[in-house]
């Protein structure tokens, strides 16, 4: 474990001493590349006053909420359309159409439809996690083996016994997947959304710093997007393992701390 860890922290390290390095020698402005102090102090008074937290409890509400509302679609639409021989005729091409449409090229239209209040984030954020979960669930069920499905109506299964015993497990590692991959991507979508429209957040922190030239303050929210987003990949990682105890994650990148 402790080998492990010194692997993980090894560059983090490095890249800390040559920004130090960088900014002792002033190669740079400090206006364009802030020396690490000021930006730990910088992080230290945004925690200290409660500003941090607050940005990023708003932040974070609305990631789950989204994400939430995209679990609670996309895998029962999946499941139907993977179960559906007219699926691929009529919808496939409005799907890839809508997926191939980045959340973010929306933003305007979206706003002017859904305002700039919180529903415009849940969308942004919905449409993100929608698709590769749906795909993920969609794959899954019809990369069933249909010799197994044959099996159970053999043995007078019905087609919400064969979904639940014979499909869904089937599936499970697809839509495990899909789970972990829409949870990044909606973290991701919430901080565009906030950069452009949003009043708090932790986007709005960075905007708003950028606005009061502050590139101290907009590094301290830089870096908790990036170990907000692996704190939230790596605790959806454990809740899975604990949950699903059989599943086995395959991706050695996922298993740091292990």
């Given amino acids: 474990m402790f080998r492990s860890i010194r692997h993980v922290l090894l560059l983090p390290l490095l890249g800390l001493a040559a920004w130090y390095l960088i900014t002792k020698l002033q190669i740079f402005s400090p206006y364009l590349l802030p020396p690490p102090a000021a930006v730990w102090d910088a992080f230290r008074d945004s925690v200290a006053d409660g500003t941090l937290w607050t940005h990023l409890a708003i932040s ?28 691929y005729t009529y919808g496939w091409f409005l799907l890839e159409f809508f997926r191939h449409v980045p959340p973010l090229a929306a933003i305007p239209l ?26 993920n669930t969609l794959s899954g069920i019809r990369g069933c083996d249909p010799k197994l499905e044959e099996v159970g109506r053999s043995l007078g299964f019905s087609e919400g016994q064969i979904i639940r015993s014979i499909q869904l497990p089937a599936a499970l590692d697809a839509i495990v997947t899909g789970l972990q991959l829409s949870l990044g991507y909606s973290w991701r979508a919430l901080i565009g959304a906030e950069l452009v429209a949003a009043s708090a957040g932790i986007g709005y922190l960075i905007l708003d710093a950028e606005e009061m030239s502050r590139p101290d303050l907009v590094l ?4 908790c997007i990036g170990v907000i987003g692996t704190l939230l990949d790596w605790g959806f990682l454990w809740l899975v393992r604990r949950c699903l105890p059989w599943y086995t994650v395959k991706e050695a990148a996922h298993d740091p701390i292990d």
């Fill in 110 to 135: 979206i706003i002017l439809w859904a305002g700039i209040g919180e529903l415009s984030k849940l969308v942004i954020i919905f449409w993100a996690c929608f698709f590769p979960l749906f795909l």
């Fill in 220 to 223: 301290v929210g830089i870096f």
């Fill in 60 to 87: 974070l509400q609305r990631v789950f909420l989204g994400f939430f509302l995209s679990a609670v679609t996309a895998i029962p639409l999946g499941i139907l359309c993977g179960r559906s021989r007219l699926f």
